[in-house]
């Protein structure tokens, strides 16, 4: 059974950076494709990026986030990263990563209902 953990989140003033790290353990995650998502106080869950299976050659961003978070899969470390720059205090949130399995192909996909297996959450606070 494939576990997540989310690690790296924590208190960042404006305009610093954070690297989310989520770790997988009882499967290889090779096959897995990785959502990052987040939730705000009172507001509802938001994909934020995905990264495709195996070598990662897909990734996608929200709007809010393109060209400031990137993410990132080390297979043989059996972990993938949200490296998350210029941080806002809108981006505070629970952040968590998920995985579904693909046989095949480079599918990103930045529907949270894709997922089957989620992380417990970290938390990010961007703030003065």
């Known amino acids: 059974q494939l576990q997540l953990v989310e690690t790296g989140g924590g208190l960042v003033q404006p305009g610093g950076s954070l690297r989310l790290s989520c770790a997988a353990s009882?499967?290889?995650?090779?096959?897995?494709?990785i959502g990052w998502f987040r939730q705000a106080p009172g507001k509802e869950r938001e994909a934020v990026s995905c990264?495709?299976?195996?070598?990662?050659?897909?990734?996608n961003y929200a709007d809010s986030v393109k060209g400031r978070f990137t993410s990132s899969r080390d297979n043989t470390q059996n972990t993938a990263y949200l490296q998350m720059n210029s941080l806002k205090p809108e981006d505070t949130a629970v952040y968590y990563c998920?995985?579904?399995?693909?046989?095949?192909?480079?599918?990103?996909?930045?529907?949270?209902?894709?997922?089957?297996?989620w992380g417990q959450g970290t938390q990010v606070t961007v703030s003065s």
């Open positions: 990264i495709s299976r195996r070598s990662g050659a897909r990734t």
């Open positions: 998920a995985a579904v399995f693909f046989p095949l192909g480079e599918m990103c996909i930045m529907e949270g209902a894709t997922y089957k297996h």
């Open positions: 009882g499967v290889p995650l090779a096959s897995y494709a």
